[in-house]
């Protein structure tokens, strides 16, 4: 985010822009979700990266995760960071030498690596020959999250059912119709509509599991972006972390005590009900599913419910976000392969309740199926989770004014070709367009420089070039990370205004060079 000080004068220095890290939200840093059960994440996420704003929780039932939807700013798109949003590079900044009296604008200094941007630091590209931009117009995230069936909007959260929980509620109303058939042998074909109730019911239960967690978020003023009851459970997609492992820790356990809470309540009203009479049936069956919900979240490893508040308790003790997800991370890793040879043998060994003799071959292929799926899920979101986790350790080193491109001021009938021998002798790769008083009316873009033939420069005034300000195309210099991101993602643009905090233009960002930090960041280890 360069030009000049008050007084018009170019500020002088290396013209390459400088990249950051942008570690995480969406994010994303990641938007949290909270599923009770495992399932498999639906998206990933704007500014075309892994949202470091957002985060999502996943587990069978249920889940929270703030960020782990991936969402890159594109070279032409406004960068996004849902985030995750588990979740999860620099060139010096201005400043001006008290001995000598010289300012330095963007990308000069010591304060930052230069960028690379496949030049040494000390050369300079012409402004009309860097071809940052390509000019293609900026494509707006929607407003709406989507992501299904909308089925209302409590606490102001908008709840999907996604197409893949049809699929779900038919294989419950199929495997416990099948059960009803041995316990209730008189409903004969009524039992799949009985059946399809405890479907319907076991999820409204992964529903309040997750409103458990929205209404905690909402609780620490954390942005939720939308519930998702899916295969396997839900995800409340939490689109900030918790500033605190405390309060993260409460996000997180606050899902499998509300299950716990609906097991005990069904089992209360168990007691006045004949145990072989439908409701005996689906209070029974539904304080169990509950209780497995509730179990299997508890499991400490994320991207789990448990491996949230594992997290928690490292971060506490470490006093390191980064320490807690990591080891949280690899516990889930181990967890997954648990899952994935344990659970078959559980199945086999009877410790589920049948005996081998009456395991068949169809019913080894099925829980092995279920194994894997299972693993699967809690492997992938573990590994979303490490992601999202050191991206959003790099996003504050995201900053503006390191980003910034230097630029020289000049008055709309100003030729082109006068323009950039400014721009080029005060090693600038920017043009602000101002009015005889300096104030900033619009942006040459650099697109359409590049389309110019160089024999028609002179003859061509920069006004003509020139993108019109609007209030969300001046940025501060002071803005960094995740509110930097959050800034562009507001308004589309392939340039922006930088300005100081007393007004005075700073220089100019180009979304491009905000994308290639951003990709520089997840690149790195």
């Known amino acids: 985010m360069d030009v000049s000080g008050g007084s018009g004068q170019p500020r002088s220095g290396n013209d390459e ?5 942008a570690g995480p939200t969406v994010p ?8 009770p059960g495992p399932e498999p994440d639906d998206a990933p996420e704007p500014a075309g990266t892994p949202r470091p704003d957002r985060e999502e929780r996943e587990g069978p039932g249920g889940s929270h995760d703030p960020g782990d939807r991936q969402d ?26 008290p001995e000598t009296g010289e300012t330095t604008g963007p990308g000069t200094g010591d304060e930052t690596p230069a960028a690379d941007t496949g030049t040494h630091p000390a050369e ?15 494509q707006p995230r929607p407003k709406e999250p989507g992501g299904g069936l909308l089925m209302g909007r409590p606490f102001g959260v908008p709840v999907y059912v996604a197409p893949s929980w049809f699929l779900v509620a038919a294989l419950i ?22 059946s399809l109730f405890f479907a319907v019911a076991f999820y409204a239960s992964v529903l309040v599991h997750e409103l458990a967690h929205t209404v905690a978020a909402i609780r620490f003023k954390l942005p939720v972006r939308r519930i998702q009851l899916q295969f396997f459970g839900g995800v409340s997609e939490i689109e900030k972390e918790a500033e605190t492992p405390g309060r993260e820790f409460v996000l997180a356990f606050v899902g499998p005590l509300l299950s716990l809470v609906l097991a005990g309540l069904f089992y209360l009203a168990m007691k006045p009900v004949q145990p072989d009479s439908v409701p005996g049936v689906l209070l029974a069956g539904l304080m169990i599913s509950n209780l497995i919900v509730a179990a299997f979240n508890l499991l400490p490893g994320l991207p789990l419910d448990g491996g949230r508040m594992l997290r928690a308790v490292v971060w506490k003790i470490t006093g390191k976000p980064m320490s807690g997800t990591v080891a949280a991370a690899w516990v889930g890793r181990a967890l997954a392969i648990s899952v994935l040879v344990g659970l078959p043998l559980l199945n086999q060994s009877g410790a589920f309740g049948g005996g081998n003799q009456d395991m068949g071959g169809m019913d080894t292929v099925t829980d092995a199926l279920l194994a894997a799926i299972l693993a699967a899920i809690i492997w992938t979101g573990a590994g979303n989770s490490l992601r999202m986790a050191r991206l959003r350790e790099h996003l504050p080193e995201l900053k503006a004014r390191a980003l910034t491109r230097r630029a020289v001021p000049v008055e709309s009938d ?3 070709s006068e323009a950039l021998r400014r721009a080029n002798a005060a090693g ?12 900033p009316l619009s942006l040459v873009r650099e697109a359409a420089i590049v389309g110019v033939p160089e024999h028609r420069r002179p003859w061509v005034a920069v006004s003509g070039l020139a993108q019109d300000l609007t209030d969300g195309m001046r940025v501060s210099a002071e803005l960094a990370g995740e509110e930097l991101l959050d800034t562009l993602r507001a308004t589309p643009a392939t340039e922006y205004l930088v300005v100081e905090e007393t007004g005075e233009i700073y220089g100019v960002l180009s979304a491009a060079d905000v994308e290639r930090a951003f990709v520089k960041a997840m690149a790195r280890p």
């Open 414 to 416: 100003t030729p082109l």
């Open 72 to 97: 890159r700013p594109g070279r032409d798109e406004h960068p996004d960071a849902d985030t995750p949003k588990e979740t999860r590079a620099v060139s010096p900044s201005p400043s001006a030498s």
């Open 173 to 194: 109303t199929w495997v416990f119709g099948g059960q009803l058939d041995r316990v209730l042998p008189e409903l004969g074909a009524a039992r799949y509509l009985v």
């Open 17 to 21: 822009p400088a990249e950051h890290p």
């Open 428 to 439: 600038a790769r920017a043009l602000v367009v101002v009015d005889p008083e300096g104030n």
């Open 28 to 35: 994303a840093t990641g938007p949290s979700g909270h599923h």
């Open 124 to 138: 300079h590209r012409s402004l009309a020959h860097s071809g940052i931009a390509k000019g293609e117009p900026p």
